[in-house]
């Protein structure tokens, strides 16, 4: 069965440091997300990717915040001065159709020391 | 913003019995869908409701998107150990890409 693969699984990072967060979504979906999760809480919506461009962001998704689709099959989340409160569960996720019946990887545990 | 609220919060049940558990919200939602996650995983999709009034099942899972397309339920019958973990109800508002998570229940299973 497809999955929306991210790597990697763990990534520890000093506060102020970048950190590039990577996602392979399922291939034939045109549909892009990154959510985060913090600990205990609940899943939350960053941004939305389409046609290569963004489509939705909340307001989570600050000027430290960008995705790109580099290629045709990766999708990347980029932090470029991480905060000791981006320390979360990163998770990707890709549809067909833009909101609907999302499929999520298993995350990438950010934690910013 | 919107805000889903499910309950209870958390569920300690013992095998075999079947389970119940609501979202509300005080929007109007396109799209509801419900969610498990087990821990250390992404949620991973269980039923996917696009009506209001729509019951759907998936094995021993049944939910229903409300009348008003403001509130869902979903029932699990003869709940077994692998049924553990937290469910999330998620919401997609019309016109939007987002989906907005519920605050989750903790499925707890007692042998």
């Known amino acids: 069965e497809p999955e929306v693969t991210q790597t990697p699984s763990h990534q520890v990072t000093q506060m102020g440091q970048e950190v590039i967060l990577r996602c392979v979504p399922i291939s034939n979906h045109l549909y892009f997300y990154w959510y985060r999760q913090i600990l205990g809480q609940k899943v939350e919506f960053l941004v939305s990717f389409y046609n290569n461009e963004i489509s939705e962001k909340s307001e989570i998704f600050d000027d430290q915040f960008s995705v790109e689709r580099p290629d045709g099959s990766n999708f990347t989340l980029k932090i470029r001065s991480t905060k000791l409160e981006d320390s979360a569960m990163y998770f990707c996720?890709?549809?067909?159709?833009?909101?609907?019946?999302?499929?999520f990887g298993s995350g990438t545990q950010l934690s910013v020391l | 913003g919107q805000q889903l609220n499910q309950s209870p919060q958390s569920m300690f049940i013992q095998e075999g019995e079947d389970v119940s558990m609501n979202c509300t919200s005080s929007?109007?939602?396109?799209?509801w869908l419900w969610y498990k996650q087990e821990p250390g995983e992404g949620p991973v999709l269980l039923i996917a409701?696009?009506?209001?009034?729509e019951l759907t099942s998936n094995g021993r899972l049944t939910a229903q998107f409300g009348i008003t397309r403001k509130d869902s339920f979903l029932n699990i019958s003869a709940s077994i150990p692998s049924d553990v973990g937290i469910y999330f109800c998620a919401g997609q508002p019309f016109g939007n890409e987002k989906l907005t998570f519920g605050t989750g229940t903790r499925l707890t299973i007692i042998p």
């Open positions: 996720a890709s549809s067909t159709r833009g909101g609907e019946k999302l499929f």
């Open positions: 929007s109007i939602f396109n799209t």
């Open positions: 409701l696009y009506k209001a009034g």
